[in-house]
């Protein structure tokens, strides 16, 4: 965990997204899932990116993992850059090539990314044989060494056995093994414990921000919880409709939500500290990406809506102090707005 | 507690599964036992949540409960009644008592039959319940009070979000007037800002039409918004039980008190004065739980216990032997009704 | 905590100006936008009519050969043998339009039967397991391991010798039996995995919670979802048994002389196909082919416009 909360001195980024623009083409007609995304993710930094089903938070990471299925998928317009490369212009091949050796991915379901036919060991060095061409018994070492760091008990015989022998919460940390296996510098975590059990995704929450404390590593992680991005995020995105509606530091956001559908959020959370008289509630559902609403894609939901957000779109980007953004007419009155 | 109050009781109930190797000649070698002396009480119009993770047990005793597993063990009292060892034909009776509310709202509609269909079987199924005015008239009615279009009926499920499903799967449940509900982890598949909606839909429901929820969820956070009492369990066995300020103001079992820690606080602020208690390893396998009390193998309170227990102890870090050996009942503490299975459990809330 | 507003929009949210209609018209209207559809079911539709009417597209009689008119090209429209003669003489043309009816028939039958059969075995043995299930998976493995040809030979030479008349089912009776007591195996197998898979899903358990009878939770919720995989080889089952028809026929056991049918006229023809007479194989095999082809299509494309999630 970072300790540093600090704004000054800007450290350069290591990935960088620019106004990033994917389109799906689909039976309906053509769809924009991510529209005009920005982020960028410094080393030792945590980015959580939240958001609802078709928010587009995980379209935009297999953008970045170059993963994307082109077509249906069409990258319309942005930059997505890391170091100083331009990975969008590199070509898929390249562009996959880049991330292999600098940036990995968790996946939610460890289960169906895991191979049930090869040892654990066995996949955990796939890469490393592949490309540098290391030997078998360099690579069991290995992969030993990667499960220890993982605090998978009982390593050097674990690495023998099969995905189905290991729990939930083992197999995620295979994943988080595999993913260190290549020494990323970003590590990009899509709902890493959504189907686990709670003191589970303690421990894989607890696990992935001592690794990447220890290894300076930047971290994106894609979440829909909370409770979660409180407890180990710098900064926060949230998505809503393809939009980055707010973006803001942690403390910043969860003090002071500056965007209608962050404060929504934040009201809906579960508490165990508070009882009963029911759950805040955001009524109607997120839009289908096909029929996204005219004006803010957020109004028919939004307690804050007036004509004017009925009829255009807000700007991208209302700055606000402290560093933050948000996509929406009234920023300022609903940051400065006390509910309580 | 009148009897009159417990709309559903259960007693020391049990199921096991056999463990049978082989092909032709299945050896019997051994049993799962996936709840093990389980009693609970549901009082009426109350909301009982029953908390625990995979594994634990809960959603095999939603099965005995609803009839589709028999119990190995124990007694279930539907209003004083006991409903354990029924023919089948009280037992479709049964079934409109308690009915249920699925966790995926994916895979709990027929993708092939209309949401009419879907919510109307209820009535093909037991004739006798269709209320006066016809079947048509009542699925509609239930799909409006459940807050969806009554126009909706010829549609299919695919042409509904996640929620409007979860909504259907209610519809589908009330459609028997039953008077309990088991919930099955009924929002946790769904978008948080959608959760809200069903929660208070349940709410509204309950107090609507009188009905009784046992509430099944994984992390205690939900339940505490819903539940008036709590039962915590943890493989096949109940840990701790009580109303929901004992078990949350007073958390009487070390695993009540991980489960709770657990709960992310959506507070950044708090994030580095929070004790958290992160749990070692996972739940043991069922098949071969561990001996004495089933959570000593993760436990963190009883490597703090063993000193007290036996200041002379030789090696620090170790589980007291009472912990190892012998099993701990369930036991009333400050209050008869909050019950807690640890030999320590005066000591829990106070580390 | 009812917020009229809120039921409001739920019930606005979901998309209006989508008419209901049953599964089936929706289906129908689906298809019938598509060509290759259409086109199929032409196809089909024409070969039924052969099947039906033979005599409406011929006026010769098949059985009527000359042998001194053996094996002439097809002279097409002009000519009194449009598509040739056999090399018995026998007119190919009425050969084709009469073998049409036995063919077809037995092939519907067989598959017909023993998806019957296939389907309910498979349907009791996934549902129920236990013993239900050892006896029916052995009995399946049974079957699988005799071949096919030899025990047809066995049983259609022990039954040479009853006579079953002259009808156009009885032509067909003992090779429609034996093809079919090998060919449901396939379809219990598929069916019983399905089952496997469908009967656990929540809606069969809810299902069951509201007190459904076996018979009703097999019929209305594991059948209609665990069928998909059998719907999709039916066609090419047909083709099979078509061609195994000809094989039979060519071991003097099948569909049985004088009757024809188009499995003996591939037989017959491919003797001759390098001969310079390979329109005889040709005629018979393209019939098979567009028959199969139609078949495919309209079967895969019901079976899609059938499922509502692919909507």
């Known amino acids: 965990m970072t300790t540093d909360p600090t704004r000054d001195g800007t450290p350069v980024p290591l990935l960088q997204v620019d106004d990033l623009a994917i389109e799906f083409a689909t039976p309906d007609g053509v769809v924009r899932a991510v529209d005009g995304l920005s982020y960028s993710v410094s080393a030792g930094r945590t980015l959580a990116i939240v958001g609802e089903s078709g928010s587009g938070k995980s379209v935009s990471s297999l953008a970045v993992m170059g993963l994307l299925q082109q077509p249906p998928a069409r990258i319309v317009r942005g930059s997505i850059r890391f170091g100083g490369t331009e990975l969008l212009s590199l070509g898929q091949k390249a562009h996959r090539a880049v991330c292999g050796e600098n940036i990995a991915m968790v996946f939610q379901d460890a289960l169906a990314a895991l191979n049930p036919v090869h040892t654990v060991g066995w996949q955990l060095t796939e890469a490393l044989r592949a490309r540098h061409g290391m030997s078998r018994r360099d690579a069991t070492a290995r992969a030993v060494e990667l499960l220890d760091l993982v605090k998978v008990p009982n390593a050097k015989q674990r690495v023998k056995e099969y995905p189905h022998q290991f729990s939930g919460g083992m197999r995620q940390r295979v994943m988080i093994a595999m993913a260190l296996s290549m020494d990323p510098e970003v590590l990009i975590a899509d709902e890493p414990t959504t189907a686990l059990d709670v003191t589970v995704q303690a421990q894989i929450m607890r696990l992935l921000s001592e690794i990447q404390a220890e290894r300076q590593m930047g971290l994106i992680l894609i979440t829909h919880d909370m409770g979660v991005v409180a407890n180990v995020a710098d900064d926060v995105t949230v998505m809503y409709a393809g939009r980055a509606v707010e973006q803001a530091s942690v403390f910043d956001i969860y003090a002071a939500p500056a965007h209608p559908y962050t404060r929504a959020l934040l009201g809906s959370i579960p508490r165990l500290d508070q009882k009963g008289g029911g759950l805040a509630v955001i009524p109607g559902r997120p839009p289908d990406p096909t029929q996204v609403p005219a004006g803010c894609a957020f109004h028919p939901r939004c307690a804050f809506a007036e004509d004017v957000c009925r009829a255009d779109p807000p700007p991208p980007t209302v700055s606000l102090p402290f560093d933050r953004t948000s996509a929406c007419h009234f920023a300022e009155e609903v940051m400065n707005h006390d509910e309580h | 507690m009148t009897s009159t109050d417990v709309v559903l009781e259960v007693r020391d109930l049990a199921k096991f599964y056999p463990v049978r190797r082989g092909i032709v000649l299945k050896r019997h070698v051994g049993e799962v036992k996936a709840v093990d002396g389980v009693s609970l009480s549901l009082r009426r119009g109350k909301t009982l949540g029953l908390v625990g993770e995979s594994g634990s047990g809960k959603s095999t005793l939603a099965k005995v409960l609803v009839g589709i597993e028999k119990p190995t063990r124990g007694q279930i009292l539907v209003d004083g009644e006991d409903v354990s060892n029924l023919g089948r034909a009280e037992r479709r009776e049964l079934r409109r008592h308690i009915q249920m509310v699925f966790q995926d709202p994916y895979t709990s509609l027929n993708p092939r039959m209309s949401v009419g269909e879907i919510v109307g079987e209820a009535y093909a199924i037991h004739p006798d319940a269709v209320p006066a005015g016809g079947k048509a008239k009542a699925v509609r009615e239930l799909l409006d009070r459940v807050g969806l279009n009554p126009d909706h009926i010829h549609r299919y499920p695919h042409q509904f979000s996640g929620g409007q499903r979860q909504r259907i799967g209610i519809a589908r449940a009330l459609a028997v007037r039953p008077k309990i509900l088991l919930c099955d982890e009924p929002v946790s598949a769904l978008d948080v800002s959608i959760q809200g909606q069903v929660i208070n839909l349940l709410e509204e429901l309950q107090d609507d039409l009188g009905l009784s929820y046992l509430f099944i969820a994984h992390d205690l956070s939900i339940v505490r918004h819903i539940a008036d009492e709590v039962a915590v369990m943890y493989l096949g066995r109940l840990v701790e039980s009580g109303t929901d300020a004992e078990v949350y103001e007073v958390p009487s079992h070390p695993y009540t008190r991980a489960l709770m820690s657990a709960v992310p606080v959506p507070d950044p602020s708090l994030r580095d004065q929070r004790r958290e208690i992160v749990l070692e390893g996972d739940m043991p396998s069922p098949v071969d739980p561990p001996q004495g009390c089933h959570f000593h193998t993760r436990c963190w309170l009883a490597p703090l216990m063993e000193s007290r227990v036996d200041p002379a102890g030789s090696q620090s870090r170790s589980i007291p032997t009472i912990c190892r050996t012998e099993s701990p009942k369930l036991g009333a503490l400050e209050s008869p009704d909050h019950l807690a299975a640890c030999h320590f459990a005066d000591d829990v809330s106070a580390h | 905590m009812s917020d009229p507003s809120v039921s409001a929009l739920i019930a606005e949210e979901t998309q209006s100006g989508v008419p209901s209609r049953s599964l089936w018209s929706e289906a129908f209207r689906t298809l019938r936008r598509r060509p290759d559809v259409i086109l199929a079911t032409i196809v089909a539709v024409f070969f039924l009519l052969v099947a039906l009417f033979p005599f409406l597209f011929t006026s010769k009689d098949p059985q009527r050969c000359d042998i001194a008119e053996s094996r002439l090209p097809p002279q097409w429209f002009g000519g009194e043998h449009p598509f040739g003669t056999n090399a018995y003489g026998c007119d190919v043309l009425a050969q084709l339009v009469h073998g049409t009816r036995p063919s077809l028939l037995l092939a519907f039958i067989v598959v017909g039967v023993s998806v019957l ?181 309209i079967g895969d494309n019901l079976r899609d416009a059938l499922d509502p999630k692919l909507k």
Request: hydrophobic content about 55%; overall charge negative; proline content about 4%.
């Open chain 3, 117 to 297: 059969i296939g389907v309910t075995l498979g349907t009791v043995s996934g549902y129920y397991l236990g013993i239900v299930d050892a006896v029916v998976s052995r009995i399946v493995e049974v079957f699988l391991v005799i071949p096919l040809l030899l025990a047809a030979l066995l049983l259609l030479s022990l039954f040479r010798n009853i006579d079953l008349g002259d009808g156009p089912v009885s032509t067909i009776a003992q090779p429609a039996i034996v093809l079919t007591m090998f060919a449901w195996m396939g379809y219990t197998r598929y069916v019983r995995a399905s089952v496997l898979e469908t009967k656990n899903l929540d809606y069969v358990t809810a299902a069951r919670v509201l007190g459904a009878s076996d018979l009703r939770i097999m019929v209305r919720h594991v059948l209609p979802n665990a069928i998909g995989t059998v719907t999709a080889l039916v066609p090419t089952a047909i083709a099979a048994v078509i061609g195994t028809e000809a094989v039979l026929a060519f071991l003097g056991i099948g569909v049985r002389p004088p009757a024809v049918s188009w499995g003996i006229m591939i037989e017959e023809g491919s003797q001759w196909f390098t001969g310079g007479s390979e329109y005889l194989l040709l005629f018979p095999l393209g019939c098979l082919m567009a028959t199969v082809l139609a078949f495919v299509v």
